[in-house]
């Protein structure tokens, strides 16, 4: 098990409301880390899967992140896609296939999310030339010395956590802010690697080279508080009079991306509101697990193309025209917002029996590449009977 999934033992479930024309329907977020490499085993994924070199060797290793699950909409085709063949599998070896809950669903998405976004590798030696770089050292030159305090080096290494240094830093921004403007200097910009890299230098200082990083995230439904309390005043999710709707905003590609941008925008906050807010211990923990939750797992798909998606593969075929002779289910009236996390928990209940109706129909099994699943997802919410959920 890596750092982060050793710290981050739990992230949640929770049921919020969905936004647009799905607003009563439930939305199902991540579950939790540590769950979700238990479903790995209990499904009987490490028969053929491996987990850190652990299990099969018959099908890739789930710790070794690859570009073609880089998203969740990414992640749910390839397992679409390779779902027939997963199946063949399990019946070749005479064992059930098994089905798979949203709540199982979401801990499973909440693993590769850990693995693949909550394990950054940083270059120490580039930090420091960061460190210098953005002019860091002209207030903390002390960090440069070779031979430093033990009290200086305690200070420091205790920020191995990009979490709580970007959390101590953005409380410090206020004097920052003050200090380079006093000194004639511009405000240091930092780059997502920035951040990662400068993190990995001030952890490591001298006599601590063997000293790990460590990564741990919060909880969104805490992190939605915190935005709530020092964030809402200008910030929205969706288009609200005179306030920045961040889903009109490129999204950051990873948490660490995240803390480089919240960063990078304490300038503009002062300007606008005279300073920035001061955060209790844990809450940018909380805040930037609800931020990036709300981006990386919802991505906005295009309707439109979703609409010649569910045609070009036939969906409609079964779930509307003869939906009573396949017994398929009207996808208009799900009670869950449809997501990434939603689709794999279907496939893995339904689909197995969805293959023998398409099979007697021979029709063949739909396949999914680059945004498609997206812009379908997309679509299905689009065309979903509104439900006030209870």
């Known amino acids: 098990m890596n750092m982060s999934m050793k710290i981050w033992t739990s992230f949640f479930l929770a049921l919020l409301i969905v936004s647009g024309a799905a607003m009563g329907q439930i939305k199902v977020m991540p579950g939790s880390v540590v769950a979700g490499e238990r479903v790995l085993d209990e499904k009987g994924c490490l ?61 499973l998405y909440s693993y590769f999310y850990a693995t693949l976004h909550f394990a950054p590798r940083g270059d120490g030696a580039r930090g420091r030339e ?30 191995k956590d990009p979490i709580v240094w970007a959390e101590r830093m953005w409380n410090h921004s206020n004097e920052m802010l003050s200090a380079t403007a006093n000194r004639g200097m511009k405000w240091p910009r930092l780059s997502e690697r920035d951040v990662v890299d400068l993190v990995s230098f001030l952890s490591k200082l001298p006599d601590t080279a063997s000293q790990q990083y460590a990564f741990s995230v919060g909880e969104p439904a805490l992190g939605r508080n915190v935005f709530d309390r ?36 304490a300038p503009e906050m002062r300007s606008q509101g005279g300073h920035t807010e001061k955060l209790a211990p844990g809450d940018m923990r909380n805040l930037i697990a609800f931020l990036f939750a709300q981006r990386f ?70 396949e999914f590449e680059k945004s498609e699943m997206t812009d379908l997802i997309a679509w299905l919410n689009s065309r979903i009977v509104t439900k006030i959920a209870k």
């Open 47 to 107: 028969s053929c899967h491996s987990l850190h070199g652990k299990g099969g060797n018959r099908a890739p290793d789930f710790a070794v992140p690859t570009g073609r699950t880089s998203k969740p909409g990414l992640l749910a085709a390839e397992m679409w896609n390779h779902s027939p063949s997963m199946w063949a599998e399990f019946e070749s070896q005479g064992r059930p296939i098994p089905s798979l809950s949203s709540t199982e669903a979401a801990d």
């Open 130 to 159: 960061v460190f210098q770089d953005k002019g860091c050292a002209g207030c903390h030159g002390e960090i440069l010395d070779p031979m430093p305090s033990r009290s200086l080096m305690e200070k420091w290494t205790d920020l």
């Open 230 to 265: 020092t964030c809402v005043s200008c910030h929205s999710f969706g288009p609200e009079k005179s306030k920045i709707d961040l889903l009109t905003k490129s999204a950051p590609a990873s948490v660490t991306d995240y803390i480089a941008k919240m960063w990078n925008h």
């Open 297 to 366: 797992f919802f991505e906005p798909g295009d309707p439109a193309r979703g609409k010649k998606v569910y045609e070009s593969r036939s969906c409609g075929s079964c779930h509307e025209f003869r939906r009573n002779q396949t017994g398929a289910p009207d996808l208009t009236l799900a009670t869950e917002a449809y997501s990434p996390i939603t689709l794999t928990a279907s496939i893995w209940s339904h689909g197995p029996e969805m293959l023998k109706a398409m099979t007697q129909q021979k029709i063949e099994w739909p």
